[in-house]
């Protein structure tokens, strides 16, 4: 059984999926604290008074996309799950001990939703002066005249964390690790905004160092159609546009394992329906079901490969490290060469990894709409991930 007190730097990382994947992060977290993990965020100051800084099971660095990004930024300012929850309303019966006065303010749909509204000579130039590089049939005529890019701008999330949230707008001022993660639009990259020593690129992923904390949630929030790409003005003054996070991979963990940490804990809501006698099929329920059955099962498959192809590396290297056992060869070329194999497939095989999801039972986690902020609503996904949480610890050492 893995002994996690072990564990020298433990990583969380949430996904995303709206404020049900929200709620659901924030049931995983309170299942986690439960067990005695302890999580550690704030300024500089704030993070070096904490008695807890140096337990066993603290956590220290935060990764998250979407919805993930937003709850890691909360805990990275250093809020309690409690305070999340009261500031959510979502305390009825979560709360089992009495919590200071909320931090924050609980966020409203106003906050969530600001209308993206394009001036007028702008729609102007978009629907009759540009000309288009697209052409065809009925596709064509919907490309061409629906330029709008997005209903919503995640502006007014912006202000929401940096006015009621963040105790600081920069990263290198927490005293934690936070990495929000988002997508480049005008690219096919990945974007990890973050305490980062320098600016780096490869032709996957962008580690960017200078955006403000809020902006880059706002980026890694802002899923279209629902939100237009957000802008963030780069070292030159010049706006990159990006949008939601979860757009290239899923999952990020692999930040987590690349700033160092050999224990990665992570949280997604994504949870296709399976089939129940009292639900029925869902193509009694129309259109817009399927379609979110479509995206969930495309998303669930991304994550599984992801997962599998991470095991798969780690059974060949210990297949040949076996090999050279059971054979009586030499155990320094035995290590040589998983080495090199770790090496090319870029795998630490100290990192272990714990995935927390909801069970195919979990059909609510399904049919809740992704932006209610409902707390009775909010308050049964919360108990979701709490048990989800706890069902997938009980196979470790905590």
Same mark, same amino acid.
């Given at each position: 059984m893995l002994k996690l007190k072990n564990k020298k730097k433990i990583a969380l990382v949430l996904s995303g999926g709206g404020v049900k994947a929200a709620a659901f992060h924030i049931g995983v977290c309170l299942a986690l604290q439960e067990k005695g993990f302890k999580f550690i965020g704030g300024t500089h100051e704030r993070v070096e008074e904490s008695p807890h800084l140096h337990d066993p099971l603290a956590i220290k660095t935060y990764v998250g996309s979407s919805a993930g990004a937003f709850i890691s930024s909360i805990l990275a300012s250093g809020h309690s799950i409690e305070n999340i929850i009261e500031s959510f309303q979502m305390g009825a019966g979560l709360i089992k001990k009495p919590v200071r006065k909320t931090k924050f303010k609980a966020m409203s749909y106003f906050d969530m939703f600001s209308l993206n509204a394009p001036s007028f000579g702008g729609m102007y130039n978009y629907l009759f002066k540009n000309k288009s590089l697209i052409t065809g049939g009925i596709e064509t005529i919907l490309k061409n005249k629906l330029k709008l890019d997005g209903i919503f701008t995640a502006r007014g999330i912006e202000k929401y964390m940096r006015k009621?949230? *963040?105790p600081t707008n920069s990263f290198s001022e927490l005293g934690v690790e936070f990495f929000a993660i988002a997508t480049h639009l005008n690219?096919?990259?990945?974007?990890?905004?973050?305490?980062?020593?320098?600016?780096?690129k490869d032709p996957e992923v962008s580690y960017i160092n200078y955006a403000p904390i809020s902006d880059a949630v706002a980026a890694s929030i802002s899923l279209p159609p629902v939100f237009t790409p957000y802008p963030i003005k780069d070292l030159t003054g010049d706006p990159i546009y990006y949008f939601d996070g979860e757009i290239r991979d899923t999952l990020s963990t692999h930040v987590a394992s690349d700033v160092g940490a050999d224990l990665v804990i992570s949280s997604y809501s994504i949870q296709p329906y399976h089939y129940t006698p009292e639900v029925g099929s869902l193509s009694n329920?129309? *259109?817009?079901?399927?379609?979110?059955?479509?995206?969930?099962?495309?998303?669930e498959q991304k994550i599984i490969k992801s997962i599998q192809a991470r095991e798969n590396v780690r059974s060949m290297i210990n297949t040949v490290a076996g090999y050279f056992k059971e054979n009586g060869l030499p155990p320094e070329h035995a290590e040589r060469l998983v080495e090199i194999l770790a090496k090319k497939a870029n795998f630490r095989r100290e990192v272990d990894y714990i995935y927390i999801h909801p069970q195919s039972q979990n059909y609510e986690m399904f049919f809740v709409d992704h932006f209610s902020l409902n707390p009775e609503i909010l308050s049964r996904i919360v108990k979701i991930g709490f048990k989800s949480a706890i069902n997938a610890l009980r196979k470790y050492d905590v």
């Open positions: 009621y949230v *963040l690219h096919s990259r990945k974007a990890v905004f973050g305490p980062l020593p320098t600016q780096t329920f129309g *259109l817009p079901i399927i379609i979110n059955q479509a995206l969930y099962q495309v998303v």
